[in-house]
């Protein structure tokens, strides 16, 4: 087999991805639609063009599990870290980056490095033979994307995403709320109490409906087609067409009794399921969204048992090409069904810049261990990158899968330190210290 790596998309995941595989001395050939082919979101021909914000978000590297990311991928030589660096604007904590100058300058430094080339054409069919990366986005191409689901079947490539926010289980007030399946359904104890049940009486429930039909809602960008309604309306969608039909659909209070309060049936039910095999993170049922996120976390936490929820992630809808990555790919980031092919980036299904960027690198750094026959190891789960790649191909549901940002409900617990709110901050220091420990052996053993 030819010992080129073609990377398709020359986005923050196939731009990381080359820098990777190039500097491990790997020949990469990147293949990048832009400028000849055009999304509805960006606007040069760029490499690693930002679409939307320009932030980073935060760079605390001991408090933060993006920040951790970033700590992560400067140790690795990181192109993207290594840019944002260099272009980096005043914002406080987080890391804010002058949009072009940045994109300019990681295109560049590609085109700079001697392992390097681009070639610009849109891609439409899957490669059959040679070593593959495809980094190609959210908006991957349609003719592209028609192709990958030939090879995965529809059901498990998705077009939008439509994300429940999801909660930490330690932050579920739990006198309020409790474990049960509708009508106790399930073989085992654990499945009769897969779900978590947040209660509310009429007026909770009018007051929450009144929340949500006020709150400002996004809209969808321009050329970004609303075809999300089947089966995943936004629940303001739900509220508008009628008071009732939130109580009849994802908040219905039937089958379930409140353990708490056996003798008062409740006038409607939240209900939130495992999101992790950890179960550290639980979704918020039915509760896909188009609230923006400062409405989004005051209204959930009217609910009774939420009241102090602590927010993995917020709900949102958007157009989004994601594969359903736990059944699909290995933890070397492979297609089970033809290996000469990884994915990477947010098609993987991890969300937002810098979790791309991040896939992107240890999928460049897996490909040319591969090629350059010296297995790799992936990344150790106690690492944020690990963590990522963990859930996304493993540790995730794959039945209710959405993309995900990197947080630290997808650690593996700390054992010793206090739970709660109380004992956040030294639990977080204790992640990212074992985790900064565990990426330094794993680049160790690269050397
Ligand atoms: C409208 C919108 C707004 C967003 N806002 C934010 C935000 O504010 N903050 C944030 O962190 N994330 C945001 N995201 C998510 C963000 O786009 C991604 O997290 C990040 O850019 C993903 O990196 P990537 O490399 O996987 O994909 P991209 O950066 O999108 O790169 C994919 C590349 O593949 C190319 N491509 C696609 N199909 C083909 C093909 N068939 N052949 C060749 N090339 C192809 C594309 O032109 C593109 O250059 C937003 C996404 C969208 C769509």
């Known amino acids: 087999m030819d010992n080129t790596l073609h990377i398709i998309g020359g986005g923050m ?15 990469v050939v990147i293949h990048e639609m832009r400028p000849k ?17 320009n932030s ?3 760079d605390d590297d001991e408090q933060n599990a993006v920040g951790l990311l970033h700590w992560e991928m400067r140790a690795a030589n990181g192109l993207i870290m290594g840019m944002a660096d260099r272009h ?3 914002a406080g904590g987080a890391l804010a980056v002058d949009r072009d100058p940045f994109s300019e300058s990681v295109t560049q430094a590609l085109m700079d490095h001697p392992n390097v080339r681009v070639e610009y054409g849109e891609i439409t069919e899957l490669p059959t033979t040679g070593h593959w990366i495809i980094a190609t986005g959210p908006l991957t191409s349609d003719k592209l994307g028609a192709a990958i689901q030939r090879e995965t079947g529809s059901e498990r490539l998705a077009f939008f995403d439509a994300i429940a926010p999801i909660v930490y289980a330690d932050s579920i007030d739990m006198s309020v709320a409790w474990e049960q399946s509708r009508y106790d359904k399930g073989e085992t104890e654990a499945e009769r109490k897969a779900y978590i049940n947040c209660p509310m009486t009429k007026p909770q429930y009018e007051a929450f ?6 709150s400002d809602k996004t809209e969808f960008h321009e050329g970004e087609t609303a075809g999300y309604f089947d089966g995943c309306l936004p629940i303001e969608v739900m509220a508008e ?16 009794t409140n353990a708490n309060d056996p003798a008062n049936k409740p006038y409607a039910v939240v209900q939130l399921r495992r999101d992790n095999a950890l179960g550290t993170l639980y979704n918020i049922v039915g509760f896909q969204t188009k609230m923006k996120y400062g409405p989004q976390s005051s209204v959930f936490r009217m609910i009774p048992g939420l009241e102090n929820a602590n927010f993995a992630r917020l709900g949102g809808i958007h157009r989004n090409t994601f594969l359903n990555s736990p059944t ?21 299904g991890v969300e937002g810049y810098v979790e791309s960027a991040a896939m992107g690198l240890l999928a460049g750094r897996l490909a040319a261990a591969e090629i350059l026959g010296k297995p790799l190891q992936t990344a150790p789960q106690d690492t944020a990158m690990g963590a990522l790649i963990h859930h996304i191909t493993g540790g995730a549901e794959a039945k209710t899968f959405q993309p ?20 956040r901050k030294d639990r977080y220091k204790g992640y990212t210290d074992r985790a900064k420990e565990a990426f330094s052996q794993w680049l160790e053993s690269q050397s």
Do not use: Y
Request: glycine share 12%; proline share 5%; aromatic share 6%.
């Open 328 to 348: 699909l790919l290995d933890d070397q980031m492979r297609l089970r069904s033809r290996p000469n092919i990884r994915f990477a980036g947010q098609v993987t």
């Open 209 to 214: 409906i009144d929340a949500v039909l006020a």
């Open 13 to 27: 995941a196939g731009s990381e991805a080359a820098w990777q595989a190039a500097n491990a001395g790997v020949q």
């Open 88 to 90: 980096r604007l005043p």
């Open 37 to 53: 082919v055009e999304t509805f979101a960006h606007r040069t021909g760029n490499l690693a063009e930002m679409v939307c914000s």
């Open 56 to 58: 980073f978000r935060s």
């Open 404 to 423: 995900m940002n990197v947080n630290f409900g997808l650690f593996r617990p700390l054992d010793g330190l206090r739970g709660g709110r109380k004992g």
């Open 241 to 256: 067409r009628g008071r009732e039909t939130l109580r009849h659909g994802p908040m219905k209070p039937v089958g379930l």
